[in-house]
C-alpha cells in the first residue's frame, strides 16, 4: 500500500463512522439495560478511557510505526510475529463476524428471496474493487457516509416526532448495578474496541500533525450519534424494543410520510450499508498489513484478492447463523475481544517499559541501518 | 462435482493472475503467499458448498470460554 497516508482529521472522521457503524444491525445495546440503554452508550466510553490511553501510549512511543512493526520490534522477530498471528486470527474473526451481520441482514430484509453465498461472494468483489483503490480512498470518502447516515438520522428523527413517546424513557435506573456493568463492559469492548484496527494503519498517517484532537473528537462523534440512535430506538419503539432483531430497521419502516411516501426504510438502510462496509473495509486493510508484515511482502497489493476471499469463505465457517452471532456476541465476545483489545497492547506496552533500553537501541539501530541503505 | 468445479474455476480465475504476474517479476515469496491463502480460500468455499458439517468458529470459542467460566449468561 504505497502512497496511502492520510491526516489526523480523516482518521478522525474514519473513526467516527466506524463506532456509528457498530450498532447498526444489532440490538446488543438495548438486551441488558432496555430503557436504560442509553447510559450503557455513555459508560461504555467511560470504560473504553483508559484503553484508548492505553492505544495512545503506545502510539506516542512508536511514532510512524504501526501495531505490527511495534510488536516485533518491543518482542522481538520471533514472538512479535506470533503476537501477529494471534491479532490476524481476530481481525479475520470479526471482518467475517461483520460481513454475517450484513449478509443476514440483507437476505432477512431487503432481499428475503436471495441464498446468503452469492450475496456474499456479491460484496467480496466490491470489496475488492473498494480496497485496490487505497487506504487514502477510503479514508477520503468516510466524510460522505458519515455525513449522509447523520443527516438521515436527523431527518428520521423529524419524521418520527410525532410518534416518539419520552416516557418510555421510565421507569429508570432499576436494573442491578451488575447489569449496567455487564452493558458498560460489551460497549467498550464491542463497539469502541474494535477501533484497534486502525493501530496497525498508523504507520500511513502523515507525521509531524497534531493527531490526538480530531481522533477524540471523531471517537465522541461516533458516540454521540450512537447514543441519538439508541434514544430514538427507545422513544419509538418502547418496551417492544428488545425484542426486535433490527430495531433501528423496524423505526425506519414506521415512518410514513403520506400514501405515496410509506416505505422509508431507505433512509436506515442505505447508509447503514454504506457505513458497514466502511467498517469492513478498514478491518480488511488491517488485515492486509498483518499479512504483509507476517510474510515481509512490502507490496500490499497482491494480497488483497486472497485475503478478501479468505474471508468470504470464512464468513461461512466462522458463524453458523444469525441466533449464533447474537449469543456469541451479548454473552462471550466482551471476555474473548478483550483479550485482543486490552490484555495483548497492555502486555506490550509493560514489556516496552521494562525493556525501554534494549528496545531504544533496537530503533537506533535501524534507524541507521536505514540511513546508510539511503546514503 | 458441479460444485467442486465451480469454486475450483472461480478461485483459479481470480488468483492465477496474480500469481503469474508476481512469478514474472521474480517474487516468488509473495506469490506462494498468495497461492496459500488462495488454497486455504478454496478449501474454505468447498466445506460450505459441499455442506460438510464441522463446527462453527463462534460454537467452538463458545464452548471453550463457557468452560473456563469467561461469559455473560442470558
Known amino acids: 500500500m504505497r502512497n496511502q497516508s492520510f491526516t489526523p482529521r480523516q482518521l478522525g472522521v474514519a473513526l467516527a463512522a466506524f463506532i456509528f457503524a457498530a450498532n447498526r444491525f444489532s440490538s446488543y445495546y438495548t438486551e441488558t439495560l432496555r430503557q436504560d440503554a442509553w447510559l450503557s452508550v455513555l459508560l461504555g466510553l467511560l470504560f473504553f478511557a483508559p484503553i484508548f490511553l492505553l492505544y495512545v501510549a503506545l502510539a506516542r512511543e512508536f511514532p510512524g510505526k504501526g501495531l505490527f512493526q511495534i510488536n516485533e520490534i518491543v518482542f522481538g522477530k520471533g514472538i512479535g510475529k506470533g503476537i501477529t498471528v494471534l491479532y490476524l486470527f481476530f481481525f479475520i474473526l470479526i471482518n467475517s463476524m461483520n460481513q454475517r451481520y450484513v449478509a443476514d441482514f440483507t437476505v432477512n430484509t431487503i432481499l428475503p428471496e436471495m441464498a446468503l453465498a452469492p450475496l456474499v461472494f456479491s460484496m467480496a468483489i466490491v470489496f475488492a474493487w473498494v480496497l485496490r483503490c487505497g487506504l487514502r480512498a477510503t479514508m477520503r470518502i468516510g466524510w460522505f457516509v458519515l455525513l449522509f447516515a447523520a443527516g438521515a438520522l436527523v431527518l428520521s428523527y423529524a419524521l418520527l416526532a410525532k410518534q416518539m413517546q419520552p416516557a418510555n424513557f421510565m421507569p429508570a435506573f432499576r436494573h442491578a448495578p451488575v447489569r449496567y456493568l455487564q452493558s458498560a463492559h460489551t460497549n467498550a469492548i464491542i463497539s469502541l474496541g474494535d477501533m484497534l484496527c486502525f493501530l496497525p494503519l498508523l504507520r500511513y498517517m502523515q507525521p509531524g500533525k497534531k493527531v490526538l484532537r480530531p481522533v477524540i473528537i471523531g471517537i465522541l462523534s461516533g458516540a454521540a450519534l450512537t447514543l441519538l440512535c439508541v434514544c430514538q430506538n427507545i422513544l419509538v419503539l418502547g418496551v417492544l424494543e428488545p425484542y426486535r432483531l433490527y430495531p433501528a430497521y423496524d423505526v425506519a419502516r414506521l415512518i410514513r410520510i403520506s400514501d405515496a411516501f410509506s416505505r422509508m426504510e431507505f433512509l436506515f438502510t442505505i447508509p447503514a450499508l454504506l457505513l458497514f462496509t466502511l467498517r469492513v473495509l478498514f478491518l480488511f486493510f488491517a488485515i492486509v498489513e498483518g499479512m504483509g508484515q507476517l510474510f515481509g511482502i512490502e507490496d500490499r497489493r497482491p494480497l488483497l484478492l486472497p485475503t478478501v476471499g479468505l474471508c468470504a469463505a470464512l464468513t461461512f465457517l466462522v458463524v453458523s447463523g444469525s441466533g449464533e452471532l447474537k449469543a456469541f456476541t451479548m454473552g462471550v465476545a466482551p471476555f474473548f475481544s478483550g483479550f485482543f483489545v486490552l490484555l495483548l497492547p497492555l502486555l506490550t506496552l509493560t514489556v516496552f517499559l521494562v525493556r525501554r533500553n534494549r528496545v531504544q537501541e533496537v530503533i537506533g539501530n535501524n534507524a541507521e541501518c536505514r540511513e546508510e541503505v539511503s546514503a | ?74
Open chain 2, 1 to 74: 462435482m458441479t460444485r467442486i468445479i465451480l469454486v475450483c474455476g472461480f478461485s483459479a480465475v481470480l488468483i492465477l493472475p496474480s500469481i503469474v504476474r508476481l512469478i514474472k517479476r521474480g517474487n516468488k515469496k509473495s506469490a506462494v503467499v498468495v497461492a496459500m491463502l488462495a488454497l486455504f480460500a478454496t478449501a474454505g468455499m468447498l466445506l460450505y458448498f459441499l455442506h460438510v458439517r464441522i463446527p462453527s468458529v463462534l460454537s467452538v470459542i463458545s464452548a471453550w470460554m463457557r468452560r473456563i467460566g469467561l461469559y455473560y449468561p442470558n
